[in-house]
């Protein structure tokens, strides 16, 4: 019953380059590389891609003309595809001019040379990587960064179309990223020094807008919902999340008619609240006093939030902004992205749990989610309905942003596995998380990395896409081995 927002589809800018000489001396070549580049183009041609393809150019004035056409298509990405030996004046003035990153993809038709039949036509045809470092060697002296090339062949190739594959994912981070608003509400959660964020910091490495917003236009909202609008949300509620009774743990009940009456009606002011500040994400933490209507709104936002982050609006406690934008990078690359820290290890089986009380991307757990009514949040003040469940099992990604002592920004990743096993039911998220080459050597690196303490957890592992993204972003990133 929760749909995904349409997912924005990112724009990517692709032409060839040759050495017109050729043409002359060799007729064929142009059609036969054309074809070529058109197999490549359709590489490129996905549901979540729109592509501006200008085809081969052979001279500089053609380039001018073509870096005019990305910026006003508004790429996310240009490829400059290697169909042949071309000069590095062909491609030098889209990469000075066009604003979007550029790869090369140097991908030859034939795996070798036919050698008995072969002749300079066919190793024309196949000349896809003899530019390759004169290319590099240009954009050095300019002063411009090529992000990558991809080698290999143009058919049949399964390690290209993965580096495809990630650089497509690549540019649909990037373009979620263009026009985001990510809004703050309320204070960060006193001590914890390393949430602290500036919101022109962030707009200046990500380009996401942060609107500052206060817990009163929330209450605004509260009290404009209608008790339809209640209604409905229970029953998707109850639709949603299974609500069984409590086990051992002494702080949860079962979900009581009060818990998911607060839950349905703070979940109905968020829907509301995003619509009025056009946002796609939220971080917030506020207390407020004893037996007020500000308490009990902001704490009997989990339900709601955890609705909205499946829908693709990543919603986000305790202030922190940063783990926010990773979880809004995890969800436009199709990974999920759910609120976690670490959590005890399980020494005997070599894992660990990581998780978080709050929201959570229930679109990536194992099963129906719980909802368990809880007595305390413990190190919160407040009480209510809270979400409990474990991700899918198989590979997962962590990704933790965070800033350096000079205030810039850093990834920090890592790839592990979300195995089968019990969490306890604490009424908060929980998987069984395993890491090479053992759990505590793996967690030790990651802690010695310095991310911040929460990070967003992904299904799949994408450290190479998020990798890509932090390199085009020029964000500093490590990666946890």
Known sequence: MITHKERKKCRIGLFGVAHHPYWAQFPGLYESLSGFHTDLVKLFDRDNTELLDLGILDDPKKALEGAIAFNAFDCDLIVCNMVTYATSSVFAPILREAKAPMILTALQPRAAMDYPRANTFMQLENDSICSVPEFFGAAERLNR??????????????????????????????????????????????????????????????????????????????????PEEIESKKALILREFDTPDPKSDPLTTRLTDTD???????????????????????????????????????????????????????????FDIKTCLAMLLMDAIGAGGSFAEIHPFDFACDQILVGHDGPHHVEIADGKPVLRSLKAYHGK?????????????????????????????????????????????????????????????????????????????????????????????????TVVE
């Open 145 to 226: 960064k090529i992000y990558d090339v991809v080698i290999g062949t143009l058919y049949n190739d399964a390690d290209a179309l993965r580096e495809i594959d990630e650089w497509i994912a690549a540019a649909m981070a990037l373009r979620a990223l263009k026009g985001a608003r990510v809004g703050l509400m309320g204070h960060v959660l006193n001590a914890m020094y390393d949430m602290h964020s500036d919101p022109t910091a962030i707009y200046s490495a990500f380009g996401v807008h942060v609107p500052l917003l206060e817990v009163d236009e929330l209450i605004e909202e509260y009290h404009k919902v209608t």
């Open 260 to 318: 998911l009456q607060n839950a349905a009606h703070a979940s109905c002011a968020l829907d509301r609240f995003v619509v009025t500040h056009d946002l796609d994400g939220l971080a917030y933490f506020y207390s407020g006093s004893e037996d007020t209507l500000h308490r009990l709104v902001t704490s009997s936002l989990i339900v709601g939030n955890s609705l909205l982050i499946a829908q693709g609006i990543p919603m986000c406690g305790e």
């Open 381 to 477: 003040s407040g009480k209510g309905a809270s979400v409990e469940f474990k991700l899918k099992e198989g590979p997962i990604t962590m990704l933790s942003i965070n800033h350096t002592a000079d205030g810039s920004f850093r990834f920090v990743l890592g790839e592990g596995i979300s195995n089968a096993g019990p969490i306890p039911p604490t009424g908060n998220t929980n998987t069984r998380a395993s890491f090479a080459p053992d759990t505590k050597t793996f967690i030790k690196k990651w802690c010695m990395a310095a991310p911040t303490h929460h990070f967003a957890l992904g299904i799949g592992h994408t450290a190479g896409i998020l990798a890509k993204v932090a390199k085009v972003l020029d964000v500093a990133c």
